[in-house]
C-alpha cells in the first residue's frame, strides 16, 4: 500500500509561493495519474490539479494559470508549485491517485495559509 507524505505547506502573504512536496513510498512509475488535492475548514476536499506519467497536466479553474504540477519518478514525488496565492487558497493539501476507486491512504497533509 503506497504512503504519502506531503509537505513544503507554511504562512505566506497574498502573491507570494509556495511549492509543495508529495513524497509516495513505493515507485510512481507505474502509477498512471497523480493529483493534489485541498480542503479547507468547513469544505469538502477538491482536487486541484493532476499529472499523468506522460506528463499530462490538469487544473482546476480555481488555480489554473497560478499552480504548476510537476512530478519526478526518480524521486517518487510530485510537487505542486504554487504562485501569486491569494487567501482563498488557504487549505491543506493532499496528494493522492485521483483514479483509484479507493484513495490510498490519505497522507497528513500540508497547511498552507495566505494571509491577506
Known amino acids: 500500500q503506497v504512503q504519502l507524505v506531503e509537505s513544503g505547506g507554511g504562512l505566506v502573504q497574498a502573491g507570494d509561493s509556495l511549492r509543495l512536496s508529495c513524497s509516495a513510498s513505493?515507485?510512481?512509475?507505474?502509477?498512471?495519474?497523480m493529483g493534489w488535492y485541498r480542503q479547507a475548514p468547513g469544505k469538502q476536499r477538491e482536487l486541484v490539479a493532476t499529472?499523468?506519467?506522460?506528463?499530462?497536466?490538469r487544473y482546476g479553474d480555481s488555480v489554473k494559470g497560478r499552480f504548476t504540477i510537476s512530478r519526478d519518478n526518480a524521486k517518487n514525488t510530485v510537487f505542486l508549485e504554487m504562485a501569486s496565492l491569494k487567501p482563498e487558497d488557504t487549505a491543506v493539501y493532499y496528494c493522492?491517485?485521483?483514479?483509484?476507486?479507493?484513495?490510498?491512504?490519505w497522507g497528513q497533509g500540508t497547511q498552507v495559509t495566505v494571509s491577506s
Open positions: 493522492n491517485n485521483p483514479q483509484r476507486q479507493t484513495p490510498y491512504p
Open positions: 499529472i499523468t506519467n506522460r506528463g499530462s497536466t
Open positions: 513505493e515507485s510512481t512509475r507505474t502509477i498512471i495519474s
